[in-house]
């Protein structure tokens, strides 16, 4: 009887050790905060029982995950006083010692602030138990970093128009040719030096890209714009780490990975359209294919040589209109602003010289085109 006893207190003993054990070796988590971690992966048991495989995404532009780590061994972990619940973290196949819980009690670690992980295989070796460490699990890290973007683009400047008249509207856009590689999180940036918006952002993802070739569909656009600035046009990645609601935007530097920032200026100039006529018709608004770099868009369509004259120039607010031959008919006189707008049409009368009022204008610059039976004449005017 009393051997039976024994074996019973035996097997009972083994039963619970069997079920600390269980309850001991479970699953763990990492809780972390303020990282850089573009993704997370979790997978139990890999890639043996009591190792834990904690697979981590940084950005292409990073090397190494950072962030708040705290290690936690989930399930039930009690000791008959608190105190003597301990913890320790160890390095492995180094065996160097990283942090421990203290006399805390507490059931989790929380690794030292400049602790960071390589890209590749890190493996931390929990050890716990009540009064001693005589239970172990293993937290393999591992880090992988996203593919680097590759570009090569051409971006380019071009007069948007009309559907229905194919007349300059006064504003641009940008055509891109060229192709890119990994492309996810790229956006482009158009940074005005003055005029709202300032930035505006358009995800590479919303362009139609050939999925084999990497190329964008030829002449693909973006963007308008009639405000006359310089414009700058920046790459940027931009992605939301995990555990976050904030996104985090890096510029990507100029002359990396083969992009370069894209600086243009448009002109009170830019992308306006020409009137040009013959004696014997009426003057057409034509939008004459040209260099949208230049400045003055002197090279739009052939001219005519002007039979009149402006002056003052500058002008307090009267201009004076005379001709300087007699066979021209003035028509009309329609002032633009910088951003090519409309601002003040007049009928001319028959006579010579006459004046025209501008002093309700504010001061700046401004384009007068002149109608004439042969052509309209674009003057620039500057009012004081």
Partial sequence: MKNKLLQFRKDLFFCLFCLLTSTLIQAQTIELANTNAASYLYSPNFPSVGTYTHTYTIPFYQNQLTGTFKLKKDGVFTCNLPNLRLISINAIPSGAFVVNNGQSGATYVTLPNNYSFPVGVTTLKMSFGCGNLSNSIFFRIVVNKLPDPALNVVLTPYCQTDTHTNLFTGNFGYHVNGTVINKTGLEFNVIKTSGLPISTIELLSNFNINSSSNAFTPNSSFYSSNTNTTYTVKLQYRY?????????????????????????????????????????????????????????????????????????????????????????????????????????????????????????????????????????????????
């Fill in 240 to 384: 939301t780490p995990v555990g976050s609601n904030t996104p985090i935007v890096y510029t990507i530097p100029n002359g990396s990975y083969g992009w370069t920032n894209h600086v243009w200026s448009k002109t009170f100039s830019t992308c306006m359209n020409v009137a040009v006529g013959t004696p014997n018709d009426s003057a057409t608004l034509k939008s004459v294919t040209a260099p949208i770099t230049d400045p003055n868009d002197e090279n739009r369509s052939p001219r005519k040589p002007k039979k009149f004259t402006t002056y003052p120039n500058p002008t307090n607010g009267v201009i004076v209109i005379e001709k300087t031959e007699m066979d021209v008919v003035l028509k009309t006189i329609t002032v633009y602003d910088t951003n090519n707008i409309a601002i003040m049409t007049t009928a001319l009368e028959n006579f010579n010289p006459q004046t025209i009022d501008l002093t309700s204008l504010r001061s700046g610059i401004y384009l007068m085109n002149v109608e004439t039976n042969e052509g309209v004449f674009v003057e620039k005017i500057v009012k004081n």
